[in-house]
């Protein structure tokens, strides 16, 4: 029996079918509609999906691809993984969910997220609050919100999800460079971008 | 803390049984285990560690980090005693 695998929910006026290189093989996303909010789906045949490196890739490929068709298109991304017994299952989940999923939408309507790790070497000695102080300076006053993902290893000086206006790219992009010149001893890994993730807050329970 | 509360609520612990959880928790820590598998991809994605090496650490810690769980739920559930 094949289930619902949910990558993120849109206006359904922008819900649209497509082709993709999507979760476990499937080839078809497509929406499910409940008045007027949308998930967008794939078939699956089971209710836990492995989280596979490939897997987790073909998720955030989907929702970039959502996300850019026909200019931008607002998502609301769920994490990997999220599976639904059947359509009907799904459907109650909008319904109960349609205020929050359309207020989301409208908080990050028109913004990416993009991440950025910087990271030192083993032997490094760096002031690293001169470094987070300088890139608080570059980059917050560009987005519209950040939130910090932890240092989970010794070697991370900081890392930091930034919510950025599509209109912002050029000067977000622009700041990095400036960071990277500052700080050549550094290694700073960029990323994105996402659909905004981190500044969402909606948890569901599947099934 | 741990200690504190735990010889608060169940007298009949004592401090070994204590330090052997302590221990244990130290042994099956969920939190490192999964602090050191987002090192290892951050480290594979900065071309600092090889795919075969990354692979290789990513199923070892995968395996830690479900027998670190297993320990947890069983201890929670009451089917593992700690015994000095």
């Known amino acids: ?207 | 803390m741990f200690v504190l509360d735990d010889l608060l609520v169940r007298p009949f612990v004592s401090i070994v049984d204590a330090l052997h959880m302590l221990a244990l928790n130290e042994l099956y820590d969920v939190d490192a285990i999964e602090a050191e598998l987002k090192e290892n991809q951050l480290l594979y994605e900065l071309d600092e560690r090889s795919e075969a090496e990354y692979r290789q650490r990513k199923e070892e810690l995968e395996a830690e980090l479900a027998l670190a769980r297993e320990i947890h739920e069983e201890f929670a559930s009451g089917r593992i005693e700690v015994k000095s």
């Open chain 1, 1 to 207: 029996m094949s289930h619902r695998y949910v990558y993120g929910v849109v206006n359904a006026d922008e819900a649209i079918e497509f082709e993709a290189d999507a979760v476990a093989g499937a080839e078809t996303v497509y929406p499910i509609r409940h008045r007027r909010v949308a998930a967008l789906v794939s078939d699956i045949e089971t209710t836990e999906p492995e989280r596979t490196d490939e897997d987790a890739k073909r998720h955030d490929d989907v929702l970039r691809d959502i996300m850019q068709m026909n200019g931008s298109r607002t998502v609301v991304p769920m994490q990997f993984g999220m599976v639904f017994e059947n359509e009907r299952a799904l459907k109650n989940v909008l319904r109960g969910g349609s205020r929050a999923f359309r207020r989301s939408i409208r908080e990050i309507e028109g913004s990416v997220e993009l991440g950025l790790k910087i990271v030192s070497d083993e032997a490094d000695s760096v002031d690293r609050d001169e470094v987070r102080t300088t890139v608080a300076n570059e980059l917050e006053s560009v987005a519209d919100d950040a939130v910090d993902n932890g240092l989970f290893s010794d070697r991370l000086i900081l890392n930091r999800s930034y919510l950025v206006d599509h209109d912002d790219r050029g000067a977000f992009d622009e700041a990095i460079g400036r960071i990277e010149n500052d700080y050549p001893e550094l290694k700073v890994q960029y990323t994105g971008p996402f659909a905004p993730y981190s500044f969402v807050d909606i948890r569901i329970g599947a099934q």
